[in-house]
Nanobody, 124 residues
Framework: QVQLVESGGGLVQAGGSLRLSCAPS????????MGWFRQAPGKEREFVAA????????SYADSVKGRFTISRDNAKNTVYLQMNSLKPEDTAVYLC?????????????????WGLGTQVTVSS
């Protein structure tokens, strides 16, 4: 397993932007497929975006497609989630996840390691 630490959350007005970062520990970051999930109070954890080991493959939830962009910099051991045009319904704890996979993993059950999450709050 790999340890994950998210950062970049905060409070933003509707229509604003935030960029989340996730910095896994270890020297084999480039071997991991990465994903972002979110969980709002009283709701189940839901998939947001995922990226394969090279960055050449990505997948998005329909609710964020066209607004969010996932990317990774393997030289910096970091995966990013750029969130634009934020809406109040995007308010949640955002969690980074990692798994050893050659493809893009979109199911929570596919991931082996999870961060503690970072809070994103979007005010109307």
């Amino acid at each position: 397993q790999v340890q994950l630490v998210e950062s970049g959350g905060g409070l933003v007005q509707a229509g604003g932007s935030l960029r989340l970062s996730c910095a896994p520990s270890g020297r084999t970051f480039s071997s991991y497929a990465m994903g972002w999930f979110r969980q709002a109070p009283g709701k189940e954890r839901e998939f947001v975006a995922a990226i394969n080991w090279s960055g050449g493959g990505t997948s998005y939830a329909d609710s964020v497609k066209g607004r969010f962009t996932i990317s990774r910099d393997n030289a910096k051991n970091t995966v990013y989630l750029q969130m634009n045009s934020l809406k109040p319904e995007d308010t949640a704890v955002y969690l980074c996840a990692a798994t050893l996979s050659l493809g893009v993993a979109t199911g929570a059950g596919e991931y082996l390691s999870w961060g503690l999450g970072t809070q994103v709050t979007v005010s109307s």
